[in-house]
């Protein structure tokens, strides 16, 4: 049973009704990621884009639609730019996501862009490409006809590798690296993943985290201690000048040191960094691979794109007097608008009551907008189920979309699609994750062939989602693998 609730006088979006005074509506499913979307998509099918549930006293509004999540993100982004304050001191508490929209959020972001902007990237992406070929050619070499490999695991240890070497340098030892990941690896099912969207009334948190505090508190000081050591080690080779990364431009740790912020804060930041780029990248990055492997003939055009962009030597094309946008580009994209692996953005909230397509938005209410929805909304584009990296090329349905600028620079239609958010609060780390995404691609598709395990293509690849804070596909990727031969190799 639903209804449109009001608040002051005014309707609030429409809400699953009754809802208890602790609980709020979470009672009417379990407190997971699955069932809050089966409800959400309940609710949207009835009450249309905008539709609201209760945390305990609070409403939850979420927006379907790219129109308005526009006018909120963009219009009214000054509004909308704040984040739920939380009670919890976890690991989270001190980065550029859970900062106050305000002066030290403002300057931790800008700190943030500009080491990204200005992270010589060339050499780190070339050393951990290499690696990731290496690793996959090792598995597959000496079989003419491909060996099966599940790459999850060499994908992830290569995207954390690149990273990792961004975050705290080159210099750091591969003892150390496994260490970090694997804390990385203990910590993150720990989180509960409704918290993450800020949708769980206190009391449900206690009574979530109760059962898993003492090994949460365990493994983040056991991180705190390590990452302090990481922070030490590269402070040091910056005072002595020794190691690989003197001669490179700085860090993240070196630009978080400039700061002068606390230990607490350095670690927070250093988590998140690596926190918010390594799974996100490393799935789409298997999302795309899959897709490859199921549209053997994109995977042919794509092969056929690179050599002849290298072939030219001249690898932005252009048309027009425009720059071309590489086809590798296209696919990535059109995979970030079929499986973004964040399908909601970060819980935002506003700083004062707001009207939004007619109903109430009082202030401090959490407000969320379905990343996944309008990357496949049929009214946006054709076909919307359909891959089609096509739609990206020039003068292409999707030519106009804007996905590392956060859409604040013009319309609607460059929200077509908001795989990383749109506005002030709009993911820094977009232009890095596009560029490592089309570097990894490009090099994995000249080095191999991608065949389906069993020749029935449909049936050997699931495309199943596992619903969560980072949508996974449910069963990984298997494929055939099969080394192209040096002499074939595409330049
Ligand atoms: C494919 C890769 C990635 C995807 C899909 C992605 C997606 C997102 C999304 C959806 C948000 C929430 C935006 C909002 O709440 O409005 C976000 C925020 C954020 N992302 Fe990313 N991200 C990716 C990679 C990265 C990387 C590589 C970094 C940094 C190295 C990064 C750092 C952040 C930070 C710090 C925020 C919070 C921004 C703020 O609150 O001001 N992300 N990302």
Known sequence: KNRKPFYDGHSLPPAPWPHLPLVGSLFCHPPTMASLVVVLRRLHAAHGPV?????????????????????????????????????????????????????????????????????HVTGVLRSSTDKLVKNLESASAGEDDGVVVAPSETFRHAVFGFFAALCFGEGVGE??????????????????????????????????????????????????????????????????????????????????????LGEDEMVSLCWEYMNASVKTTTTELEWIMARLVLHQDIQQKLRKDIASRRASGNHTMTCGGRRRRPFVEAVVLEALRLHPPAHYLLAHTTDKDVTLDNYMIPKGSIVNFSVASIGRDATLWTDPDVFRPERFVEGGEGSGVRCTTGGSDSGPETMKMIPFGAGRRACPGAGIAMTVLQSFVEDLVRRFDWIPVASGVEASIDMAEKPGIITEMRVPLRARLVTVRQNDVLL
């Open 175 to 260: 003892d150390t690296l496994r260490r970090l990941r694997g804390l990385h690896a203990e910590i993150i099912p720990l989180i509960v993943e409704l918290d993450a969207f800020h949708l769980m009334p206190v009391f449900l948190q206690v009574v979530c985290y109760f059962p898993r505090w003492r090994k949460l508190l365990s493994a983040q000081r056991r991180h705190h201690v390590l990452v302090t050591t990481m922070i030490s080690a590269c402070r040091r080779r910056r005072e002595e000048g020794v190691g690989p990364d003197v001669a490179q431009p700085r860090c993240y740790v070196v630009t978080l040191l400039g700061l002068g």
């Open 51 to 119: 539709v609201s549930l209760w945390v305990g006293s609070k409403p939850a509004i979420f927006i379907t639609c790219h129109d308005i999540a526009h006018r909120a993100l963009v219009h009214m982004g000054t509004t909308f730019a704040h984040r739920p304050a939380t009670w919890s001191s976890g690991l989270n508490s001190h980065g550029v996501n859970s900062a106050t929209y305000g002066n030290r959020w403002g300057l931790l972001r800008r700190n943030l862009s500009s080491h990204l902007a200005t992270a």
